[in-house]
């Protein structure tokens, strides 16, 4: 018997428009291929057009540096000033960026003379002409794939697209975009990319000095910081995109890896990746958006969402579990009756449904076959809605009756 998905809770303020699913086809019948890194274990998009898509079209992952989307920028408040749209921040604020700035350049070996002198340049005041110069010239360097580059200014003129008033993402420095936008590692080049800050940061940010003025001193400046800000994939995430949906490629020291080879290399970074990515999968495909690290606060594996986060609060609170087919054998998460009390007492104070979902395995399905994606045909995915029983609830019902 399956589960009765009951109708998902809508957000009461939507922002934002459910664009088109992946995998997005080009004009040609080409089926758009992105690209992921996996670094230490954590599987990352770096290239800043396909972040944007791929959590868009989808919400796939979760930005480094922000709670879910990757739009985290020096300051969440903007301005206009003089006809330029900039990001606002303190006195305060921005010599506490100056001071991470240094910190990031001694610690790659300047000398401190050397950092006074580049910081003497970069906290000069600068006349709003010369900022307004320096932006035109910027919006005619981007580079071949319409990608932001390193120079790129933080200035918008129009106002009527939210969107466009965020600040540009600048690249990593030993990656090459060629001009059909597939990024490509340097050869020349053998470190992994960088990712932490990179001074002195391109741009400009409007800071706010206090005084006795009502509103304060507005000067703009160059701002000290360029925080770059990746998509961090769960590795179920990753492998939809690359067996189911065939529209991501994932490299590992700069060599693509095949579906074989990540679904090894996965099934040995995680012993439950198997059972985790078959719910995953079945999710996916009956339309929800599972999300992993959200469920993490819960004490489940993921978080079911109607459409994606933005629409709808999470519905669904999964818990994965692996059986064979009689329902016995060892568990991946051995509860105790308290411990799974507490469990359903949380997913209720949270408006949830707690829900075990069982990833069954046939007698017959041998261990050898496991190690192919195959495997995924012959599994059975079998769902249950826990619900608390409260007495005094019960007895209420009953009277009613």
């Known amino acids: 018997m399956q589960a009765d998905f009951r109708a998902p809770r809508r957000r009461a303020r939507v922002y934002e428009e ?15 291929v992105y690209r992921a890194e996996l670094i230490n274990q954590h599987v990352l998009v770096c290239h800043p057009d396909h ?8 919400y796939f992952g979760k930005g480094i540096l922000s709670r879910a989307r990757p739009d985290h920028s020096i300051s969440e408040k903007w301005e206009d000033f003089e006809d330029l749209y900039l990001p606002v ?15 990031s350049l001694c610690a790659q070996g300047m000398s401190a003379e050397a950092v006074d002198q580049i910081f003497h340049k970069l906290t000069q005041k ?10 035109r010239e910027a919006e005619g360097a981007k580079t071949e794939d319409g990608v932001c580059d390193n120079t790129k200014s933080l200035g918008r003129e129009s106002e009527a697209e939210p969107e466009a ?12 975009f060629d001009q059909n936008s597939e990024p490509s590692f340097d050869s020349d080049q053998d470190s992994e990319p960088d990712l932490g800050f990179q001074v002195p940061g391109p741009g400009f940010v409007l800071v706010v000095s206090e005084n006795q003025n009502e509103g304060g001193v507005r000067e703009v400046k160059r701002s000290p910081l360029s925080l770059t800000e990746y998509l961090q994939l769960s590795l179920e995430e ?12 994932v490299y590992l020291d700069q060599e693509p890896q095949s579906v074989i080879q990540l679904w090894r290399r996965f099934r040995s970074l995680r012993p439950d990746f198997t059972s985790s990515y078959a719910a995953y999968h079945h999710f996916r495909s009956r339309g929800w958006v599972p999300k992993g690290g959200s469920g993490a606060k819960y004490g489940v594996d993921f978080m ?36 799974f009390a507490a469990l359903s007492r949380i997913t209720a104070s949270v408006s949830k449904e707690l829900m075990l979902c069982y990833i069954v395995y046939p007698g017959e399905l ?21 619900s608390r029983w409260v007495s005094s609830k019960e007895r209420a019902e009953q009277d009613d009756d």
Do not use: M
Request: glycine share 4%.
């Open 89 to 103: 921040v303190s006195q305060a604020r921005y010599e506490e960026l100056l001071g991470w700035a240094k910190a």
């Open 51 to 58: 972040v944007r898509k791929i959590h868009n079209q989808g």
């Open 238 to 249: 990753a492998f939809f995109l690359v067996y189911s949906l065939g529209c991501l490629s």
């Open 304 to 339: 079911l969402y109607r459409k994606g986060p933005p629409f709808y609060h999470a519905s669904y609170s999964v818990v994965v579990e692996q059986t064979d087919d009689e329902f016995r054998g060892s568990t991946l998460r051995p509860f105790s009756w308290r411990s």
């Open 366 to 386: 041998l261990k050898e076959e496991l190690d192919s994606p195959v495997c995924l045909s012959k599994l059975k995915v079998q769902e249950v809605i826990i």
């Open 165 to 176: 008033k965020r600040p540009c993402r600048s690249d990593i420095q030993d990656l090459n």
């Open 126 to 135: 600068l006349e709003i002409e010369d900022v307004k110069s320096e932006l």
């Open 18 to 32: 459910l664009e088109a699913p992946l995998p997005v086809i080009r004009s040609a019948g080409e089926k758009c």
